[in-house]
Nanobody, 123 residues
C-alpha cells in the first residue's frame, strides 16, 4: 500500500505558476505510474496528467497541455505538478494518484490516492 500526501495549492491569481507536490511512502514511486486528477466544483473527477511507470513518457489532457508539467523525483519519492498560466477554469481539488500499471488515464485504474488539495484561481 502506498500513502500519498498532497501539498501546495491555495488561492492563486490567474496567470500564476504554483507547484503541487505529492510525497509517497510505503513504496518507491519508481515502480509506479503516477498521475494528477482534479475535480472542479460541481463536476466529476477528471484526468490532468500522468507519467508512465519506468518511462519518461508523459500524458496530458487537452485542457492543460502546454501549461502543466508532471515530473517526479525518485530520490525524494515525490511527484510534482508544475502549473503555469493558470486560468479560473483550473479551479478544482487536485489529487495525486499512483498505480502499479504501466500507465492509466482512468481514475478507476488507480489504487492509491492523495487526500486532495484545493487550488482556487482568481480572475
Amino acid at each position: 500500500q502506498v500513502r500519498l500526501v498532497d501539498t501546495g495549492g491555495g488561492l492563486v491569481q490567474a496567470g500564476g505558476s504554483p507547484r503541487l507536490s505529492c510525497v509517497a511512502s510505503g513504496r518507491s514511486i519508481s515502480s509506479l505510474a503516477v498521475a494528477w486528477f482534479r475535480q472542479p466544483p460541481g463536476k466529476e473527477r477528471e484526468f490532468v496528467a500522468a507519467r508512465a511507470y519506468n518511462s519518461e513518457r508523459t500524458y496530458y489532457s487537452d485542457s492543460v497541455k502546454g501549461r502543466f508539467t508532471i515530473s517526479r523525483d525518485n530520490a525524494k519519492n515525490t511527484v510534482y505538478l508544475q502549473m503555469n498560466s493558470l486560468k479560473p477554469e483550473d479551479t478544482a481539488v487536485y489529487y495525486c494518484a499512483a498505480t502499479p500499471r504501466l500507465y492509466a488515464s482512468n481514475a478507476g485504474e488507480y489504487d492509491n490516492w492523495g487526500q486532495g488539495i484545493q487550488v482556487t484561481v482568481s480572475a
